[in-house]
């Protein structure tokens, strides 16, 4: 029997944006993602369509603490009640006390956006969090899970190898890679957001998982890939180009330009790199699909700049 990985779309700000995936095998379920508190109702949904209940799920997983991954947790631990949620051992404490991560969040977003994106966030019990290590393998129910350490994204950041399947699931490490844009064959894009993006380790994550040689790579953003090889070479591309406009950045903030003004720049360089890459592939350039990158390309531009902040605070 072919094993099951079946995509979960959370419906998180408009339609194949942000996935879970469901894993099941020999009646047990294992839930990696789990987007908002939004999701939950809809990933349990799923579940029973399938002919379990959330008393079968044993493990949700998060490939990393940003909310729009794992700000569903103690809504889908709530329903689970036999699940263990593994995470990143730097993942642990957010789980637990997400006061500070919520506290950030708002501050981006502030009050009114956050409570229609994410809603409610709760603490996930200690007693029910467990941190796994790099490289360790979980045997669930006699289908092997294995566990990379694949920051650059964030420094807190996993990516789950399901080799019975033949896929990994890779958070947002490997990119983001919706199908709405896949018109005229892959277009993957990284994703560069604050606090803590590095571009060295993105390439040492990224050529990580590249060499696995698993058939399928699953971003949560969204679905599975196509074209895995084709968005390794974007991929490379776009941490190139990334890497040189945080040095841009940086040295602009080091002349003294005002900040402001230079994360502006910062936007607009991201912004007309991203339309080169849709003029290079002839992808139609709709409204819907300029709406669809929109924050990704505020948050990347966002992400870059504090990069850049912090190597000048360092030096």
Not at 85 to 97: G, I, S, Y
Not at 101 to 114: H, K, N, P, Q, S
Not at 133 to 162: C, K, Q, Y
Not at 176 to 189: E, H, K, S
């Amino acid at each position: 029997m072919t094993p099951q990985v079946i995509t979960i779309d959370c419906d998180y700000i408009q339609p194949q944006l942000a996935a879970a995936y469901l894993l099941i095998h020999r009646g047990r379920a294992v839930f990696i993602e789990n987007n908002t508190q939004y999701a939950v109702p809809l990933m349990i949904d799923i579940l029973r369509e399938n002919g379990l209940e959330p008393d079968d799920v044993d493990y949700a997983i998060v490939t990393h603490v940003h909310l729009d991954h794992a700000g569903g947790s103690s809504a889908l631990m709530d329903a689970c009640p036999n699940a263990v949620m593994l995470c990143h051992p730097r993942a642990v404490r957010h789980l637990v006390d997400p006061a500070r991560l919520i506290a950030g969040t708002r501050e981006v977003y502030g009050a009114e956006r956050f409570e229609r994106l994410y809603g409610t966030i709760g603490p996930v019990s200690e007693d029910r969090v467990r941190s796994v290590a790099d490289d360790e393998v979980i045997d669930w129910n006699g289908r092997n899970l294995r566990f990379l350490h694949t920051p650059g994204h964030a420094s807190h950041h996993i990516s789950v190898v399901d080799t019975d399947s033949n896929s990994v699931f890779t958070g947002d490490v490997f990119g983001v890679c919706y199908p709405a844009l896949q018109q005229n064959g892959i277009l993957a894009f990284v994703s560069t957001p604050p606090t803590d993006f590095d571009v060295e380790q993105s390439r040492d994550s990224i050529n990580r998982i590249a060499a696995l040689g698993m058939k399928n790579i699953f971003p949560t953003h969204f679905g599975r890939m196509d074209d895995p090889h084709g968005a390794l070479i974007q991929l490379h591309q776009g941490l190139d180009f990334s890497e040189e406009l945080m040095e841009e950045t940086y040295l602009s903030l080091k002349q003294g330009d005002d900040p402001e003004m230079v994360n502006r720049n910062c936007f607009k360089r991201l912004m007309a790199y991203t339309k080169g890459c849709f003029a290079g592939l002839k992808i139609e350039m709709s409204q819907s699909n300029w709406d669809l990158l929109a924050l990704d390309i505020e948050l990347s531009a966002n992400g870059l700049f504090f990069a850049a902040q912090r190597k000048l605070r360092n030096k």
